[in-house]
């Protein structure tokens, strides 16, 4: 069993920034982790993920701008945001990986069904 919690969120202004971060229970350093966030009336969506290797992969609409990285002695991992936009508003979740891979093969990652564990969610607003 996995369990995580996500802090980090609050209301920033346009090209503003923000820190995520997801502490994570269990074997933190063999599962991956990823981030996803969703809008109101939007389905959930990907936007970054790291595998227990330390590889990463974005979304295109955040790359150059997110960085997710984690840290083996917190059991934690992190989500820098910059730059942000107006669009990168919504609640944003954490979610673990007990099977994934060191490195990604196809869009595997991307997807909501990849996950076994999710946090609570924590609200980014980003005001114009």
């Known amino acids: 069993q996995v369990q995580l919690v996500e802090s980090g969120g609050g209301l920033v202004q346009a090209g503003g920034s923000l820190r995520l971060s997801c502490a994570a229970s269990?074997?933190?350093?063999?599962?991956?982790l990823g981030w996803f966030r969703q809008a109101p009336g939007k389905e959930r969506e990907f936007v970054a993920s790291i595998t227990w290797s330390g590889t990463t992969r974005y979304a295109d609409s955040v790359k150059g701008r997110f960085t997710i990285s984690r840290d083996y002695a917190k059991n934690t991992v992190y989500l820098q945001m910059n730059s942000l936009k107006p669009e990168d508003t919504g609640v944003y979740y954490c979610?673990?990986?007990?099977?994934?891979?060191?490195?990604?093969?196809?869009?595997?990652?991307?997807?909501?069904?990849?996950?076994?564990?999710w946090g609570q969610g924590t609200q980014v607003t980003v005001s114009s």
């Open positions: 979610a673990a990986d007990v099977e994934m891979p060191p490195y990604f093969r196809g869009v595997y990652g991307t997807r909501v069904g990849d996950y076994d564990y």
């Open positions: 269990g074997t933190f350093s063999t599962y991956g």
